[in-house]
């Protein structure tokens, strides 16, 4: 997960949407995440990400699903 995770900032918006698409999937949440858009708008999407992923290795067991 943490590979998806330095994904979500490739150049590349097809990688970044792919990237997403596992993180979302891995972590059962859903996020406004827009591959398209520019950094500043994905920044905090991502950080939430990231932050997710660390509360989950904390438990050491898989979030529950948000909507």
Same mark, same amino acid.
Do not use: E, N
């Given at each position: 997960?943490?590979?998806?995770?330095?994904?979500?900032?490739?150049?590349?918006?097809?990688?970044?949407? /792919? %990237?997403?698409?596992?993180?979302?999937?891995?972590?059962? *949440?859903?996020?406004?995440?827009?591959?398209? @858009? &520019? $950094?500043?708008? /994905? %920044?905090?999407?991502?950080?939430?990400?990231?932050?997710? *992923?660390?509360?989950?290795?904390?438990?050491? @067991? &898989? $979030?529950a699903t948000r909507k």
């Amino acid at each position: 997960l943490p590979r998806f995770l330095d994904l979500l900032d490739d150049p590349s918006p097809v990688v970044r949407g /792919r %990237a997403s698409q596992a993180v979302t999937k891995l972590l059962g *949440y859903r996020y406004p995440f827009d591959p398209a @858009a &520019p $950094p500043a708008a /994905r %920044a905090p999407v991502v950080a939430r990400m990231r932050q997710d *992923y660390q509360q989950a290795v904390a438990r050491k @067991a &898989p $979030p529950a699903t948000r909507k």
